[in-house]
């Protein structure tokens, strides 16, 4: 009986939950973490081929040299930054507890820092990637 | 200066203008009834309500009036004993402290989450009173009992004031993505209450709490996403109240 | 097919009394408390102004001063030797609740601060006396958190979500148990045990406007009263002046305490001219009645012309967020007015029930005008009359009420527990309480609970409510006398086994319907005005023919009989009432 | 019926018990693995802020961006101990922090211990076998064993 009346809602989620800004920066610091992590698996094993000598680490870096791939590289400092700068946001909020009583204007102050940030970087690397095509 | 009297008018004004006739709200509830289904499922009711009716009073309308099995809690009906927590319109709250006014003419509401549901919006309560009390949430002093009261100066007793309000409605823990993922996450509201008596000064077991609150299951699960303070309904800051207590397991020192 | 449960002790409720108790009994003896509400969710949560006792923290003040108001606060119905010991152990009651942990506000020396409370004054009435020990504007939160928290490290058990839906008692009319239902499975459970506490709280929901929570609809008094026991004092209920238009959520008198002024819609400070001396601070029946008068001859406002409005706009904003803040809170999200700048729309809202399960000051249950104890049979708080409220509870008496007597029923309760063996219960325990759920949830059409609950609460405060007279109560009488009998054809649409609610709502109004035909008995037959009880037909106080206490039960035949029994008297004679 | 199932709050028999000393143990510091994980992720998370940011900023941003990098600027780069002390640094902070992160991400979505542990264990053998592997490169590499094909 008590198994019955414990089961859980199959469809728990079948609405979003209109949380906090909070929410949504989390959610992106995660998945831009974990972009970078898996990033980072496969940079360490590319970066290591140069023990293998020039030809072989010359080959991976030429792989790089193409548009798409740049797309990805601006994809990857957004997300750097983002992370980084949501991080830095997360542990002062974490050191000076009274800070979390302000959340409106932290927040809204690293998203600014973000938004700028990320659009010189944008603005620069778009540049390139039109130069180069 | 306005004498009472034009205060008055102004008020009375004001209401006039504010109950001006009643409106029709459409409630889409996620029904679950284990006997009926075990899919929940949705169900569209239309009533007829004033713009400053409580929406407690209108799942009550619905309940007396259109489908007697609409089950839900409730009791005190002004915010104060915490039995209403549910999700309207994507956001938990108390379905008592929630206007017609506030949430318009749709009104989605669904049972809170990251808590079993049992029938309609009654969830099982049992695994969320278990968190709060695994954190000690009582006074612990073991040195002797004065004749009279414990002095405390009013800064002392200031310190720890916010987190006296919880009610144990459950909105913010309910609201916690953590706590969504993984319900062996001890919750806000156990931290809350943690944090009521860990800074309070007449209580001397704060070091037993803290090092409950700093396994895995404690307070370093918060990723500080601030849904439980914006969920509380009684206003505490409860974001700002487990970084403190991180702060002080962090230093030892409360 | 019910489970049975024996445990040495029961207590039925966990608010603030329950809860009292079942700390003092599960020191001593296995105990298990059963809550048709998790017990945080108890209405004493709601209690804001403050729990009263003469600390003399702030100012001079003694017990003595204290029995005196409370005495003279409830009409002189006080039985003054259990006025005389609340007031007493008010004291020590309040330092055991601080040294668990309760969060009073505190003077600049670290003591439990105190404010002002209506009613409540220094030398027998000279002037408003500092008595009220309060945390915020959320005492009663305080207190049954305190008390749920010592319970909880006492690992007290609690049986949550259990409707206690009728008493046993054995061939000698001792009570030996309780049949409950629970909410979670639609079951049935028997409890057997040799002392058993009734602390459910009040049954204000049988009005339409008050401050009472939905699940306070008379549960324990309504079960006791089936089985025999007589209630007593029903016709004293408050009504609170300040509870929120239309809503009637409390808005506390520590608003009042703290300086607030009630005023008609001329703005005029009407109190000044029916309580010369203390005004706003006068006793909430005074209070209430004012206000009646005042619509009556026309200066109420509102778009009916039955408002009177609290005015706290002169008030310090700082004192306002400090020590009133949820009460404005309330104003801002119910009615949308901003407190600090507008007046506060109010009409008196039903509040508290003064009488009761009668019990003695060891809260034993007490039948007939012998006071004969039931064996094992206890009561305390809002649902028990001692009485210490007479015919009109001072604000903070209650929550006093709830630890004094709360305390007494549970050490009581464990020395009965200690001497007294276990008492049978009858052959078919559950044969009542099952005739009873399944005589509605078979029958497959029928009266709407709504409706008749809707009909009573709305009559009810129509006839019943600040004044009343012979022409309104004998037509409430009759209505209540139509309302039962249809209440015997109701049907209900959730047939489930699972969380019932609609079953059990059901099963409260008839609970509610009880208590009021019990209140409207006694009122009619109580020809005088006292305290909380105003007939227009008869003004005055007769204490030479009412210095009584008035004891309504219920016959076989569905009729009531009343019956007397004498105040105990004490130090204080009855004197005219003012303030 | 002896299969009811009792919903409350708490299991015991409703006896009375001994009071249980809370404080005891109160002279016990408080903090542990938890603790002291949260406190690396803020602190590596600062240094990151230099290492990780300054290393994606100096290597995308100038212009050339990353179509800059072959063994030649590699191997310019890696001449100064100080890019090479750099770059470990970085290697190891990002995958003691990354590795972290995704441990607490486990703790979060899955639910079943074993295959938690197992998810843990795969980030842990893979972080352990790129630290190596990194190491190795970043303290061997010497450009001089494939000299300049021009
Ligand atoms: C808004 C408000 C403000 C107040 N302010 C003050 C104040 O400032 N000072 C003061 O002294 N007093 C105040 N009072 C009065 C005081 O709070 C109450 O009288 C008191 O709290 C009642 O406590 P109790 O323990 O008797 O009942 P409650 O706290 O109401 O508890 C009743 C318990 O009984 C249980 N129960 C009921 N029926 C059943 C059943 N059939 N089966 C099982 N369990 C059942 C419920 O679950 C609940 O746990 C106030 C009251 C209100 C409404
Ligand atoms: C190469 C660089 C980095 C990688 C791979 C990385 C990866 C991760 C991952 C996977 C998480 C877990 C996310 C979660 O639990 O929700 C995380 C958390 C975190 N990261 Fe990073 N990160 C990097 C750089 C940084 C930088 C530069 C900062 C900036 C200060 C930072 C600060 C944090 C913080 C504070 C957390 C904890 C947040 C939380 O627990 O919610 N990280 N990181
Ligand atoms: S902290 Fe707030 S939201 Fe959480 S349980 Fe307490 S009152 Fe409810
Ligand atoms: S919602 Fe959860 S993550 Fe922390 S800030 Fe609140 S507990
Ligand atoms: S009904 Fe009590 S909090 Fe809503």
Redesign the pocket.
Known sequence: MASRLRKKQKDDFGTAYRGHEGQWSWMFHRITGVAVILFLFAHVVDTAVIGWGPEAYDRVTEAYKNPAVHVLELGLVLAVLYHSINGMKVTLIDFFPSLAGHIKVVGRTSAIVFVVSAAIVTGIMTKQIIDLL | MATPADVLQDSDARRAGGAAGAVTLTLRIRRFNPEISQDSWWDEFTVEADPLDRLVEVLHQVKWYHDGTLSFRRSCAHGICGSDAMLINGRNALACKVLVDDVGPRVTIEPIRGLAVLKDLIVDMDPFLEGYRTVLPFLINDSGEPDKERLQSAEERARFDDTTKCILCAACTTSCPIFWGDEGYIGPAAIVNAHRFIFDSRDEGSRERLKILSEKTGVFRCRTTFNCTDACPRGIQVTKAIQEVKRSILFDRF | MATTHTYDALV????????RAAIELSDQVRTAV????Y?T????????????AALGNTEEDHAEWHAFDTVKGGDYLTDQPAAQLMAEEAIDAIYQLERWGLPFNRTPDGRIDQRRFGGHTAEHGERPVRR?CYAADR??HMI?QTLYQQCVKRDVRFFNE????DLLRDAHGAATGVV?YELATGELHIFRAKSIVF????Y?RMFSVT???H???G??PA?AWRRGVPLEDMEMFQF?PTGLAKLG??L???ARGEGGIVRNKDGERFMERYAPTIKDLAPRDMVSRAIYQEIKEGRGGGPNGDWAYLDITHLDPKVIEEKLPDITEFARVYLKVEPTNELVPIQPTA???MGGIPTDVDGRVVEGAAETPIPGLYA?????CVSVHGAN?L????????VVF?RRAGVDAARHVKEAPLGDVPERPTERTLSMLNAVLERAEGENAADIRKELQANMFDLAFVVRSEESLSKMETIIGELQERFGRVAISDKGALYNTDLMETV?LG?LLDCAQALVVSARARTESRGGHYRDDHPLRDDANWLKHTLASRNDDGSISLDFKPVKMGPYVPMERKY | MATTIERSTTSGDGAPRPPRDYTRGSERPVGGFELWMWLFMRISGIVLLVLALGHTLIMHLPSGGVDRVDFGFVATRWASPFWRSWDWMLLTLALIHGINGLRNITLDYVRKPGTRFAANMVFYVLGFTLFVLGTIIVVTFDPSNWPPVA
């Open positions: 039925i409720g966990a608010g603030g009394a329950g809860m059963i809550s048709k509400l017990p969710r108890s209405h004493t949560g709601a209690a804001q102004g403050g729990v009263c009220a005492t009663g049954l259990f409707y206690c839906l409950a602390a459910t709280g009040g204000g401050s009472n929570a699940a306070l609809t549960d324990g079960v609170h959520v409390l506390s008198e520590a509040h508290y029930a305390a708080g809002e649902c028990a509870r604000g903070t008496n209650s929550l006093l009420d709830l709360g409260e609970f």
